[in-house]
Structure formats: structure tokens, C-alpha cells
């Protein structure tokens, strides 16, 4: 599953900045993603091993429980927790993330 991990913080900054705001179109807020596109296995890996943890991750093709035809499979295969092309994209990356902590 690709996905863009964001920050926390970043969320919380995003957050605070719309309850500011005067004007929210449509009582809508802009969608906040991580900077860039990541493999949850990946991500998952790399958490593991800056904590010296030796696990194992195996990316499974359509999910660990997905039914063949599964719609929900299918949908993460294309990419639907991907952001919207509006989106705020702000960082840090990952793996920035990852060395900070």
C-alpha cells in the first residue's frame, strides 16, 4: 500500500491554521500529506529497524486478509490513500522524521 505518512505536528499546525481562518470554503479544510509517496511495508521496516528490532515485514499482494475480487484491496493497490492533487504537502519526509526521533 503506497501512502504519504505526515507528522503529526504538521497536522496539529494545519489544524490550528484553518480554525483561524475566516473564510473556510464550504466548511471545508485543505487535506495535509507527508511529502512524499512511501510503502507502508518499507516504512514499517525502517521503523522497526531504528529501534533494533529484527522483524520480519512481508507485503502481501491485495492484503494479509483480502478475498480475491476484494474492492478495498483493489483500491489501496491504485492508490486511494494517496492525496488529493489539492493537497498541502509539508514535511518532514519519513525517514527526516525517522532520524529526528
Not at 53 to 70: F, Q, Y
Amino acid at each position: 500500500m503506497r501512502t504519504q505518512l505526515v507528522a503529526a505536528r504538521v497536522v496539529a499546525e494545519t489544524l490550528a491554521d484553518a480554525a483561524e481562518e475566516p473564510d473556510i470554503e464550504n466548511g471545508r479544510i485543505t487535506e495535509v500529506a507527508g511529502p512524499q509517496q512511501e510503502r507502508l511495508a518499507d516504512a514499517a521496516a525502517a521503523l522497526f529497524a531504528s529501534r533494533g528490532d529484527s522483524v520480519e515485514i512481508r507485503e502481501s499482494r491485495g492484503g494479509l486478509l483480502a478475498e480475491p475480487g476484494d474492492p478495498d484491496a483493489t483500491a489501496y493497490a491504485e492508490g486511494a490513500v494517496l492525496p488529493n492533487p489539492g493537497a498541502k504537502l509539508a514535511g518532514p519526509s519519513f525517514e527526516e522524521w525517522l532520524k529526528a526521533a
